[in-house]
């Protein structure tokens, strides 16, 4: 079982950037696909963005796609969501979850592990 940590939220104003972290622990993260989530108040956590295992199949959701980009350095046992030209919209708790996937996951269900999040504000 691979353990995750997210770090890099913060508060930031629109138009900003902020790249976001997800550490992986335990077994082999690079045989892990790796997903981003992102929950806001009031509302059912949505997809974000996916990369698979060798980091060569990515995904990204409408709402996100040209601003975000997912990356991962296995070496590092890492993956990383760049957000770049944010939005008030962009407000939410990320999650980022593995599962050994053959390629990329776009659902929540298809992801057994999850990180504890972290919460990205983005003031207008």
């Known amino acids: 079982q691979v353990q995750l940590g997210e770090s890099g939220g913060g508060l930031v104003q629109a138009g900003d950037s902020l790249r976001l972290s997800c550490a992986g622990s335990g077994r082999t993260f690079s045989d892990y696909a790796v997903g981003w989530f992102r929950q806001a108040p009031g509302k059912e956590r949505e997809f974000v963005a996916t990369i698979s295992w060798h980091g060569i199949s990515t995904h990204y959701a409408d709402s996100v796609r040209g601003r975000f980009t997912i990356s991962r350095d296995n070496a590092k046992n890492t993956v990383y969501l760049q957000m770049n030209s944010l939005k008030p919209e962009d407000t939410a708790v990320y999650y980022c979850?593995?599962?050994?996937?053959?390629?990329?996951?776009?659902?929540?269900?298809?992801?057994?592990?999850w990180g504890q999040g972290t919460q990205v504000t983005v003031a207008s």
């Open positions: 979850a593995a599962e050994i996937l053959a390629s990329i996951g776009t659902f929540d269900w298809e992801y057994g592990t």
